[in-house]
């Protein structure tokens, strides 16, 4: 007696969940949405610091060095002389500090394809360097927002940010002023009063990216500067000790050093096997004069304004 054997049916296939079992995912490093560009810090220009202490001595009455013209009388020529603050303001370096730990059971068993220990380092410092970027925006003892003179600050004129109120901030800031940092949403809002006027701002590529400018000078964002009840700012600077600007300071030649002021030191590893790496960070910054930093205030960024463009 002859059996006879039906042939599988080409519709029947091994299940994806089945073939998964002998397959290998392409794993991705982790993915921390908190990591931004950090324009602020690629364009600031960086000074070492030598101890940890940044002096700024400064002229006193500069308006009272006199100054003539050669008389032909042949009269002489004025005496005069240039005085210094006597107590000159000094900056210190403040430290952004964490400490990471990690069981060596996760770094000896689960580090292929990706190292753990790595891993948690680089995410660790991409957040040091965040909260970094916030102190030198917002920090009560060095920050920007601090650091402003009083007659450096201006409110906007009509709530939304406009090219007339940017045009104030420039007037502050006329010798050599470098660019304007606000929120995303303060962009957002300046380019729809923009459109609604019928001057489209102009654009300009930077580190592979488009930034928006006014007058020329690039409008970098950031979302550490503050944006509260619809209302953010907008600070516009100049950069550099050869232009008398704002300045980062920054520690070199530290033990560990993975960057501009930024060490990776191993500490320890306790009984339970808790290994421990401190991530430190130092910096600060320092306004040179008065007139290389101004801020607009108050600027409101409700997307809900009537933003309905008029037609000539």
């Not at 039906?6 to 073939?19: E, G, L, T, Y």
């Not at 907008?234 to 008398?244: K, Y």
């Amino acid at each position: 007696m002859t059996t006879v054997v039906n042939p599988p049916s080409r519709s029947m296939s091994v299940s994806d969940s089945a073939a998964r079992t002998l397959a290998n995912a392409t794993k991705t490093v982790p993915q921390m949405s908190s990591i931004t560009p950090r324009w602020l810090v690629h364009l600031m220009s960086w000074v070492p610091v030598e101890a940890g202490i940044y002096r700024v001595n400064k002229v006193v009455h500069p308006e009272s060095v006199r100054i003539e013209c050669d008389n032909y009388d042949e009269s002489p020529l004025p005496d005069t002389f240039v005085d210094y603050a006597r107590e000159p303001r000094e900056y210190r370096l403040k430290a952004v500090q964490t400490v990471l730990d990690l069981h060596t059971r996760i770094s000896d068993l689960y580090s292929s394809p990706h190292n753990q220990t790595a891993q948690q380092l680089r995410l660790t410092i991409e957040a040091v360097k965040e909260h970094q970027e916030g102190e030198l925006i917002n920090s009560p003892e060095y920050g920007m927002l601090a650091s402003t003179a009083d007659t450096q600050r201006i409110s906007t004129m009509t709530g939304p940010p406009t090219p007339d109120d940017l045009d104030a901030l420039i007037t502050k800031v006329w010798k050599q002023p470098a660019f304007f940092l606000t929120h995303p949403e303060g962009i957002a809002a300046f380019g729809r009063e923009c459109t609604r006027r019928g001057v489209p701002p102009a654009t300009v590529s930077m580190f592979g990216s488009q930034f928006l400018t006014w007058r020329g000078l690039p409008i970098v964002p950031s979302d550490k500067v503050p944006l509260e009840n619809g209302k953010t700012k907008f600070i516009l600077l100049r950069t550099g000790e050869s232009r008398q600007g704002v300045v980062g300071l920054f520690q070199p030649g530290l033990s560990g050093e993975q960057g501009m002021g930024l060490s990776v030191r191993f500490m320890q590893i306790d009984r339970s096997a808790i290994a421990s790496y401190l991530i430190s960070l130092y910096c600060s910054l320092a306004v040179l004069t008065e007139d290389a930093l101004a801020v607009l205030d108050d600027v409101e960024v409700d997307k809900f304004h009537d933003y309905a463009p008029s037609y000539r």
